[in-house]
């Protein structure tokens, strides 16, 4: 979703980092090849996540919502030596594809897949993290919040993809829309959690910065 006006979405995009080649080129064959690639987070927002994470230097990221791992070579961009990212994603189909690109990106040894449900999943990660993106089903957001907060260092940082929603978070709400509500009601948690300072930035569909006191 793009709330700006194109000419100045074009003039931002003119004027920011290059996206690197290999991730046109996943982002080529993830066009060709696999379902919904819209899901991608695309170049603009793959330079901010590269840059938040360049300025953190994590040594642990937690990431939910791999796709085909586009956003995860881009948060690597950004780690502490020896570092690492513990990426989650449901779908084993693309398991293959996503490590064929973490290898080639130079990254591959520090990227650590993990296949299955989030929920079972994060549990069981004895890892306190710098830099979580949350990037996954929108009706878990809250879950996963409640989830990774304890696993949050003090100073790390939680970033939500979507949490505009195409704009639907300020339409009249439908009921039988269980995403926009999740959204809506992940958003006044964020908001309303005082272990947290954060900030909703307009970028694409709406990403927010969340900071752990």
């Given at each position: 979703?793009?709330?700006?006006?194109?000419?100045?979405?074009?003039?931002?995009?003119?004027?920011?980092?290059?996206?690197?080649?290999?991730?046109?080129?996943?982002?080529?064959?993830?066009?060709?090849?696999?379902?919904?690639?819209?899901?991608?987070?695309?170049?603009?927002?793959?330079?901010?996540?590269?840059?938040?994470?360049?300025?953190?230097?994590?040594?642990?990221?937690?990431?939910?919502?791999?796709?085909?791992?586009?956003?995860?070579?881009?948060?690597?961009?950004?780690?502490?030596?020896?570092?690492?990212?513990?990426?989650?994603?449901?779908?084993?189909?693309?398991?293959?594809?996503?490590?064929?690109?973490?290898?080639?990106?130079?990254?591959?040894?520090?990227?650590?897949?993990?296949?299955?449900?989030?929920?079972?999943?994060?549990?069981?990660?004895?890892?306190?993290?710098?830099?979580?993106?949350?990037?996954?089903?929108?009706?878990?957001y809250s879950n996963y919040f409640h989830l990774i907060i304890d696993k949050l260092n003090s100073g790390g940082i939680i970033?939500?993809?979507?949490?505009?929603?195409?704009?639907?978070?300020?339409?009249?709400?439908?009921?039988?829309?269980?995403?926009?509500?999740?959204?809506?009601?992940?958003?006044?948690?964020?908001?309303?959690?005082?272990?947290?300072?954060?900030?909703?930035?307009?970028?694409?569909?709406?990403?927010?910065?969340?900071?752990?006191?």
């Amino acid at each position: 979703m793009y709330f700006l006006p194109e000419a100045l979405d074009n003039y931002i995009v003119a004027h920011s980092e290059q996206e690197p080649e290999l991730l046109q080129q996943l982002t080529r064959e993830t066009y060709q090849k696999v379902l919904q690639p819209i899901m991608l987070s695309g170049p603009y927002q793959g330079r901010v996540l590269s840059m938040i994470s360049k300025l953190i230097k994590p040594k642990f990221i937690l990431e939910l919502g791999t796709f085909t791992g586009y956003s995860t070579i881009c948060l690597a961009e950004g780690l502490a030596e020896n570092g690492r990212v513990h990426t989650v994603d449901v779908n084993e189909e693309l398991v293959d594809f996503q490590r064929k690109y973490f290898d080639k990106s130079g990254f591959g040894q520090q990227i650590i897949q993990h296949t299955g449900n989030a929920l079972n999943i994060i549990p069981k990660l004895d890892i306190n993290f710098d830099l979580v993106f949350i990037d996954a089903d929108k009706p878990n957001y809250s879950n996963y919040f409640h989830l990774i907060i304890d696993k949050l260092n003090s100073g790390g940082i939680i970033l939500s993809d979507n949490v505009l929603w195409h704009g639907k978070v300020i339409e009249p709400l439908d009921e039988k829309d269980k995403s926009t509500k999740a959204v809506l009601d992940y958003n006044t948690l964020l908001k309303s959690d005082d272990r947290i300072e954060t900030v909703l930035l307009p970028i694409r569909d709406g990403l927010t910065i969340s900071r752990k006191k």
